[in-house]
């Protein structure tokens, strides 16, 4: 036989995890499949017609070294595209920060950190904006929102201040809803 306490106690825990943020950070990638295909296609149609042109003057090795240089602008762009499948999740909620940071390689770091201690600090530079985000908690520190620019970094920083602001007010109940 139940008094009907669990009910209540469980809408109670539910809401106290619910997440007040959330935030999955990714380096911007202006160029896309598509674009890197026409940019490769023109500059290999670029680097051949003129290859040729040499060739027919009969400087030939200087069609091989045309080559190489689409081939190293191939390499560059693959590593670019690569280092983009790098991430950082934020989450807030009334009980807990969670940080995990996931590199270009795979390789997973997660801190977890209680709202009620964490304090976040700035670089900032006259002329540029926010350089730097630092969430410091218990003697460590961390570097968040390294992929952000400025503006970028300033909007998230006023973001996850309310949130963790809204975590130490803490979880409130609501029993209409």
């Known amino acids: 036989m139940s008094t009907g306490n669990e009910i209540e106690r469980k809408a109670f825990e539910d809401q106290h995890e619910v997440q007040i943020f959330s935030a999955l950070l990714t380096p911007h ?21 003129t ?31 690569g280092t983009g499948r790098a991430r950082e999740e934020i989450t807030v909620t009334t009980s807990e920060l969670r940080v995990r940071r996931i590199s270009h390689r795979g390789q997973v770091a997660e801190w977890t950190f209680n709202p009620l201690w964490v304090r976040l ?24 929102a390294r992929f952000l620019g400025p503006e970028e970094k300033a909007s998230f920083y006023k973001g996850l201040v309310e949130a963790l602001n809204a975590a130490k007010r803490g979880p409130t109940y609501n029993p209409v809803s």
């Open 29 to 49: 990638r202006s160029l896309n499949r598509t674009g890197f295909l026409a940019v490769m296609l023109f500059l290999s149609v670029v680097s051949f017609a």
């Open 51 to 81: 290859g040729l042109a040499f060739l027919l003057k009969g400087a030939w090795p200087v069609l091989g070294f045309f080559g190489l240089d689409v081939l190293v602008v191939w390499w560059a762009f693959r590593v670019n595209f």
């Open 121 to 144: 600090d700035m670089e900032v530079d006259e002329d540029f904006g926010i350089e730097h985000l630092y969430l410091i908690s218990r003697g460590h520190q961390i570097q968040l």
